[in-house]
C-alpha cells in the first residue's frame, strides 16, 4: 500500500464548477500535511499547508481528518488556470523534513 | 534570489556513461533532497541532505550518489546510466523549525538514457 494515496483523474471540469480532491494517507503519525500544485514539465510548487482546523485560500479550501488519515481540496469557481495536477503531501516520521508525495490528481478546467 | 537551479536542464547519455547533476540554492537552507518523477509514480525520495558534509539515502538510492561539499551545493552523480533512470530529476531544499517543512524545488533536469 502507498504511504499517500490519490485519485489520479483525471478530473475534467467546465469553468466555474467547484471540485473536490481527495487524498489518504497510512501513518498516524505524520504531523504536516500539504498540498502542491504541479504544472506540466514543471516543479511542484506548494499550493497550501493543511490544518486540522481546515484552512481557507480565496477559492481553495483544505480539510484534514486526522482520525480517518484523510485530506481534502475544495477548488470553487474553477478557472481554466486552475489546470494543472494537484499532490497531496505528508511529512515523513523522523527529523529529516523527508516529504511523501502522493502521485497526483490531475485537473482539466474546460472553457 | 534565484532560489533553487539545477544545471543541466536535459541530457541525453549512452549507456553506461556517468555524469554529474548539480543543484544549487541561494535560500541558506540546511536540507537538500533530490527526487526522481516518473509517470504515474510521483516524487520519489532518491538521497537528501540535512546539513554540510552529510548526506542519506531515501528510497530509491540504488545507481545514485550524492556529495554536500558546500551548503548551497548538492549533487547527484550517476556512475553508470541505465535505462531504468530516465526520468525527470528535481532537487529541493528546506529550512529547518517545525511547521516550516515547505520544500522549494528547483525547475528540473530530464534525462534520457539510450
Known amino acids: 500500500r502507498k504511504e499517500v494515496e490519490q485519485d489520479p483523474g483525471p478530473f475534467n471540469v467546465p469553468e466555474g464548477a467547484t471540485v473536490a480532491f481527495n487524498c489518504t494517507y497510512s501513518n498516524s503519525a505524520s504531523q504536516s500535511f500539504f498540498w502542491y500544485r504541479q504544472d506540466c514539465r514543471k516543479e511542484p510548487k506548494l499550493l497550501m499547508s493543511v490544518y486540522s482546523s481546515g484552512n481557507e485560500d480565496g477559492r481553495f479550501t483544505a480539510q484534514l481528518n486526522r482520525a480517518s488519515q484523510y485530506i481534502s481540496l475544495l477548488i470553487r469557481d474553477s478557472k481554466l488556470s486552475d489546470s494543472a495536477t494537484y499532490l497531496c503531501v505528508v511529512n515523513g516520521r523522523d527529523s529529516s523534513y523527508k516529504l511523501i508525495f502522493g502521485s497526483g490528481t490531475r485537473l482539466l478546467v474546460r472553457p | 534570489n534565484a532560489g533553487v537551479t539545477q544545471t543541466p536542464k536535459f541530457r541525453v547519455l549512452k549507456t553506461g556513461q556517468s555524469m554529474t547533476l548539480l543543484c544549487a540554492q541561494d535560500?541558506?537552507?540546511?536540507?537538500m533532497y533530490w527526487y526522481r518523477q516518473d509517470p504515474g509514480m510521483g516524487l520519489r525520495l532518491i538521497h537528501y541532505s540535512v546539513g554540510e558534509g552529510t548526506t542519506a539515502k531515501g528510497e530509491v538510492p540504488d545507481g545514485y550518489n550524492v556529495s554536500r561539499l558546500k551548503k548551497q551545493n548538492f549533487l547527484l552523480g550517476l556512475e553508470s546510466a541505465a535505462p531504468s533512470q530516465t526520468s525527470v530529476y528535481f532537487c529541493?531544499?528546506?529550512?529547518?523549525?517545525?511547521?516550516?517543512?515547505?520544500?522549494?524545488f528547483g525547475p528540473g533536469t530530464r534525462l534520457l538514457v539510450l
Open positions: 535560500m541558506n537552507h540546511e536540507y
Open positions: 529541493a531544499s528546506t529550512q529547518q523549525g517545525a511547521g516550516q517543512e515547505t520544500q522549494y
